[in-house]
């Protein structure tokens, strides 16, 4: 008999970014992706916006499950190329 599958979409996205489940850490990355790319880094604020998330990059950088790194290594990228105090 196949397993339920969970709607993850129903999670916070801090729990979305550290359950174990790959599949929640990819919607928690996608999620994460479209908040960094939605932040105008030429607004007063944008530091403050983009630090507010920085706790989460190192984990996204050490997951262990490919497919969820991929879509993680985008949020890196994302985050170095529109945070304004990102060493460039």
């Known amino acids: 008999m196949a397993e339920a599958e969970i709607d993850f979409s129903t999670l916070s996205?801090?729990?979305?970014?550290?359950?174990?489940?790959?599949k929640a850490r990819v919607l928690?990355?996608?999620?994460l992706l479209a908040i960094f790319k939605a932040i105008d880094?030429?607004?007063p604020n944008a530091d403050s916006?983009?630090?507010?998330?920085?706790?989460h990059l190192r984990p996204i950088l050490k997951d262990s499950n490919a497919a969820a790194l991929d879509t993680g290594l985008n949020v890196v990228l994302a985050y170095i190329?529109?945070?304004?105090?990102?060493?460039k």
């Not at 996205?13 to 790959?22: C, E, G, I, R, Y």
């Not at 190329?81 to 990102?86: F, H, I, M, Q, V």
């Open 13 to 22: 996205l801090p729990d979305k970014l550290s359950n174990k489940s790959w």
């Open 28 to 31: 928690g990355y996608n999620e």
């Open 41 to 43: 880094p030429d607004s």
């Open 49 to 55: 916006e983009f630090k507010k998330y920085i706790d």
């Open 81 to 87: 190329t529109n945070c304004p105090s990102a060493l």
